[in-house]
């Protein structure tokens, strides 16, 4: 039998149309492995795009709900919470205040209700590195933003203050309560690390948050020394200075305690709060 001949030309009066780029390769084969992978690019790109625009337009919203929980926790750590208040409102109560932590005093460098203060410790600009880093941070910023509370007659009630450091599987932020005396605290609270159920992430619990009401950061016998401890026994100056470590979460535990003790330290807030014992906020 003879090949068929594919050089023939068309019949007479039949019109010849070549096959566009689309349809030849819609024609091939499914199991073409071609096909199959500009299939798998394309769909690869339209779920990315629809990824992208649905990032970017639920990011005000994000922000927004980001914001709202930093003022919960902030709320809370101060004891002004209850089921159904109005968070914002209650919240307009703080003074925010971006503070120079070299020199405890504030600045007006920056907008407090703008100022990041996760950007300024990455910003070599604005920050600095650690040699002697206990709470293995990396890079400790020169401004923070610190909230006070104050009485209805204007006197100074509490300071809330910004604290970070790693634990076992992650950095814990968190905030600090400190008292008008600027050495009693009144509650601590993390509001977000990755640390293990049940263990580690029992910094959450409110029976270990209540521990830290009434414990005092320094000595009150005249040398000042900071003596608050996150340990399973209590520090030589008493238990007044003392939150039992979590059980079972040892690492954590003294990753709470060297981000408290340096934050408390003369590197962290100790400018400031010698301020507020002298009664000069």
């Not at 690019?41 to 929980?69: H, K």
């Not at 920056?110 to 996760?118: A, L």
């Not at 520090?235 to 039992?244: F, M, N, R």
Request: glycine letters at 8%; aromatic letters at 10%.
């Amino acid at each position: 039998m003879n090949p068929p001949d594919r050089d023939l030309p068309a019949p007479e009066g039949e019109v010849v149309t070549s096959k566009g780029f689309l349809r030849r390769f819609l024609d091939t084969p499914a199991d073409n492995t071609a096909k199959t992978m500009v299939v798998a690019l394309g769909l690869c790109f339209v779920a990315s795009m629809i990824v992208s625009a649905a990032a970017v337009s639920l990011r005000p919203l994000q922000e927004q709900n980001a914001a709202l929980d930093k003022q919960v926790n902030i709320v809370q750590v101060a004891g002004l919470y209850e089921d159904g208040i109005d968070v914002a409102e209650t919240f307009e109560a703080f003074e925010p205040h971006v503070l120079e932590l070299a020199t405890g005093e504030f600045t007006d460098q920056f907008d407090p209700y703008q100022f990041d203060d996760r950007a300024a410790a990455d910003d070599v600009t604005l920050s600095a590195p650690l040699d002697d880093d206990p709470a293995n941070i990396g890079r400790q910023a020169n401004y923070v933003t610190v909230y006070l509370l104050r009485n209805e007659d204007g006197s100074l009630d509490k300071v809330i203050l910004p604290v970070y450091g790693y634990g076992l599987w992650s950095t814990l932020y968190g905030f600090i309560a400190v008292e008008e005396d600027g050495n009693t605290i009144y509650g601590l609270q993390f509001y977000e690390h990755a640390e293990t159920p049940g263990l580690g992430a029992e910094v959450d619990n409110p029976r270990w948050k209540a521990l830290w009401n009434d414990k005092l950061l320094r000595t009150d016998d005249g040398k000042g020394e900071l003596a608050i401890t996150v340990a399973k026994t209590a520090p030589p100056a008493g238990e007044d200075y003392h939150i039992d470590a979590l059980s079972g979460a040892t690492l954590t535990s003294r990753g709470v305690d060297n981000l408290i003790r340096f934050w408390m330290s003369e590197r962290g807030f100790e400018p400031f709060l010698e301020r507020v014992r002298a009664g000069e906020i």
